[in-house]
């Protein structure tokens, strides 16, 4: 179902979406992959197998974001994946530039994006709008509270989302990771590698290429089934607060 297909991943420069453009790629789609990092950006295009087009923008750019997203076709699946944390602090003592960069990034960059390209995939009576929550858009943890906040958000979207769209032909999921290792801990700590690390000391995270495998998996259903959502966490980690370390 896949072969051919026209796949766009938002925040492909890393991680999880990198993952899931080397995955759908090699499963023969047709890539538009995105996120701020021209160099990444072209990087990842010459390793990929197949047509590859790259946009450079910021999701909290709404113009950019438009402008950029009206110079390729509808995709036939969009992962929604752009994303961060930022900070790790109580409320009280948070950080209300953080607190906009995870808002603006997760939240609004997602409508945006989606915004964008609904319209193509009703008109054609066709797509898949793919989310990338979390194990926070179900559960909330100390310090997390804006990053956990946007990942509820993420999850009130997904279900309104599947309800608007319903009759249109257009599927909508979610995909929601616990501890993927990834520089997601980096960015949170905003540049603080050691501390990242500790955060998947002693355990076996996740891999982005576990998560791109379960995203795959997700868009090649045969177009009469819906998936909605998938949890996915390590073996070694039952909550965001109770994990299992060596
Ligand atoms: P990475 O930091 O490795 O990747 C994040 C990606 O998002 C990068 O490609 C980055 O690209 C892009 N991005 C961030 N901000 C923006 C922006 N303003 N505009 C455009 N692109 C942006 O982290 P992950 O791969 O782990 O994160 C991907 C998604 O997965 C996020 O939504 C995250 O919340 C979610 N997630 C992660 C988990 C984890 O444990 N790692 C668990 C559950 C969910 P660039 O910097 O080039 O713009
Ligand atoms: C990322 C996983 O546990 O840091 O969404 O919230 S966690």
Not at 149 to 165: C, E, N, P, Q, W
Request: net charge negative.
């Amino acid at each position: 179902m896949l072969v051919d297909s026209h796949v766009l991943v938002t925040g492909a420069t890393s991680g999880i979406g990198r993952s899931c453009a080397i995955a759908f790629a090699e499963a023969g789609a047709r890539l538009t992959i995105t996120g701020r990092r021209a160099d990444r950006l072209a990087e990842l295009a010459d390793e990929l197998p197949g047509e590859v087009t790259t946009l450079t923008f910021d999701v909290r750019d709404r113009d950019a974001t438009r402008a950029a997203l009206a110079e390729v076709p509808s995709p036939d699946v969009l992962v929604n994946n752009a994303g961060l944390a930022a900070g790790f602090e109580p409320i009280q003592d948070g950080d209300e530039a953080d607190w906009d960069a995870m808002l603006d990034t997760n939240v609004k960059g997602l409508l945006t994006v989606s915004r964008t390209l609904l319209p193509g995939m009703i008109a054609r009576g066709n797509g898949h709008v793919i989310n990338i929550g979390s194990t926070a858009g179900h559960e909330a943890y100390p310090n997390g509270a804006v990053y956990c906040a946007t990942k509820h958000a993420v999850g009130a979207i997904t279900k309104s989302m599947r309800m608007d769209l319903l009759g249109t032909g257009v599927r909508v999921s979610t995909v929601d990771p616990g501890l993927v290792e990834t520089e997601f801990s980096v960015v949170r700590f905003h540049g603080d590698a050691d501390r990242a690390a500790r955060v998947y000391e002693g355990l076996d995270p996740l891999t982005p290429d576990d998560i791109a495998e379960t995203v795959v998996w997700v868009a090649d259903r045969p177009r009469h089934v819906q998936v909605a959502e998938v949890i996915i966490t390590p073996t070694d980690q039952a909550s965001a607060t109770m994990v299992h370390r060596r």
